[in-house]
């Protein structure tokens, strides 16, 4: 099985890391190099902390890439966000750690993140970047989170 030789969490047990910083997030090649298509994760459940206040923070990712030689092996992606449970940053730092680590990691063709984040003093802070415009004739499907409407 070429290409996944060096893969050092799929098939085992793996614990979460301690630190985005201490996340290892793997790659394998893309089955479809030549092919244009977009891969989509989606991660309902984001936490991370308030790095005054040290309170939680919630927020729904959606990442979307289309990938050039590498695809994200997810069990590792997973692991990385998971490592955010104990992190201290602000939305827009956490939102774009993720985006970039991901870039740097698969230099997809093209990437966006959109970072859902709930209400913390009443208010939701939603954040979203991409590198850049997407190729032409590749359908990017719309990430549609409804936006927070609290109760009522």
Not at 30 to 52: D, H, M, W
Not at 88 to 111: I, N, S
Request: hydrophobic share 40%.
């Amino acid at each position: 099985m070429t290409g996944y030789e060096g893969l050092t969490q799929l098939g085992r047990k793996s614990t979460i890391p301690a630190s985005p910083a201490e996340a290892v997030i793997e790659r394998v090649p893309n089955p479809e190099p030549g092919l244009s298509y977009v891969v989509r994760f989606v991660c309902p459940e984001f936490t991370s902390l308030c790095p005054l206040t040290g309170q939680p923070d919630f927020a729904h990712l959606v990442l979307d890439y289309i990938p050039d030689a590498w695809i994200v092996e997810s069990k590792s992606l997973k692991l990385f966000l998971a490592s955010f449970r104990n992190h201290g940053a602000f939305h827009e730092a956490c939102t774009l750690m993720v985006a970039r680590r991901v870039v740097d990691l698969l230099t997809p063709r093209w990437l966006r993140i959109g970072g859902y984040w709930y209400p913390r003093g009443g208010m939701p802070i939603d954040v979203f970047w991409q590198t850049g415009a997407p190729p032409e004739g590749v359908w990017i499907p719309p990430q549609e989170v409804a936006p927070y409407r609290g109760r009522g």
